[in-house]
């Protein structure tokens, strides 16, 4: 079964800092999907960004960027230039193609952007 | 708005009820995932649904049960409701090839007292 785990409960960081949120996984499949879920005070999922694991290159969205290293099985999540309304709750997730979709969350770090 | 809708978006009742709480996916989406999420706590999943088919099963107690109907619309039905159920209840749903990517409902906030 995979795991994943993001081992910062609690982060914050000044507006317009960087900050880095961690998240390891552990599994055996060679193909998955890797996501950061935001949720906000409002409670909503929103998906910030994906990598697929095939991938070499780090997805970027606009000031949302990750690290992923497949031999260490670590995918952190860089949010540039911080606002206040990053303030949030983040999910990594792992999903791999064997169960249809399953995905795996973390625990979550709660994240404030503090002015 | 993610195109994933549920109902209703809060829900009060008393211990021993019985409750359902109703999802429709976005347009072509076949898979359907129940989560619970207690509060200041990660997401729990409970269930899946694929094409009216249950795919994969979390950690779901016996009280709650779920149906995915030929519309793909879903039910999650929760049974003899205790304190501890209150939470809130997220549906998502995901189409190929990335059947990973969830998108999620607003959630139903149910509370038990």
């Known amino acids: 079964a995979q795991t994943v785990t993001q081992s910062q409960p609690e982060m914050s960081v000044q507006e317009a800092e960087t900050v880095t949120l961690s998240c390891t996984y552990d599994?055996?499949?060679?193909?998955?999907?890797l996501f950061w879920y935001k949720q906000p005070p409002s409670r909503q999922m929103i998906l910030v960004i994906r990598?697929?694991?095939?991938?070499?290159q780090n997805a970027t969205e606009n000031r949302f960027s990750v690290n992923f290293q497949k031999a260490a099985k670590s995918f952190s999540l860089k949010i540039s230039d911080s606002q206040l309304g990053d303030t949030a709750m983040y999910f990594c997730a792992f999903g791999d193609n064997t169960n249809a979709g399953k995905s795996t969350f973390g625990d979550g770090t709660t994240l404030t952007v503090k002015p | 708005d993610s195109g994933v809708t549920q109902t209703p978006k809060h829900l009060i009742t008393a211990t021993g009820q019985r409750v359902t709480l109703r999802c429709s996916p976005r347009s072509g989406d076949l898979s359907v995932y129940w989560y619970q999420q207690s509060l200041d706590q990660g997401l729990q999943f409970l269930i899946q649904y694929y094409n009216g088919e249950e795919r994969a099963k979390g950690n779901i107690l016996e009280r709650f049960s779920a149906q995915q109907f030929p519309d793909l619309h879903s039910e999650l039905n929760l049974s003899s409701l205790e304190l501890g159920d209150s939470a809130l209840y997220f549906c998502a749903s995901s189409a190929p090839p990335l059947y990973n990517e969830q998108f999620f409902g607003p959630g139903t906030r149910l509370t038990v007292l």
């Open positions: 990598q697929e694991a095939y991938k070499q």
């Open positions: 599994t055996s499949e060679s193909n998955y999907y």
